[in-house]
């Protein structure tokens, strides 16, 4: 089973952004927002919140369902 709690490069990727372009909005690192897109690293809520802003989605298009 894939420990995945984050579809945050999922959205890019239908949305047509890099993680790159979502970086310098959110004004983190590159190798940040990778680790984050990856699933090797979770942002905080306000962060997910701010990406969710930016990419327009509503915060639980960004979550893996658990149900």
């Given at each position: 089973?894939?420990?995945?709690i984050?579809?945050?490069?999922?959205?890019?990727?239908?949305?047509?952004k890099?993680?790159?372009?979502?970086?310098?909005?959110?004004?983190?690192?590159?190798?940040?927002?990778?680790?984050?897109?990856?699933?090797?690293?979770?942002?905080?809520?306000?962060?997910?919140?701010?990406?969710?802003?930016?990419?327009?989605?509503?915060?639980?298009?960004?979550?893996?369902?658990?149900?």
């Amino acid at each position: 089973m894939e420990d995945r709690i984050n579809r945050i490069k999922e959205v890019l990727v239908i949305q047509g952004k890099s993680q790159k372009w979502l970086s310098e909005q959110m004004g983190i690192s590159t190798t940040a927002m990778t680790a984050i897109c990856n699933n090797k690293s979770q942002p905080h809520l306000k962060d997910l919140k701010r990406m969710a802003t930016i990419l327009e989605v509503d915060i639980r298009e960004l979550l893996v369902s658990t149900i």
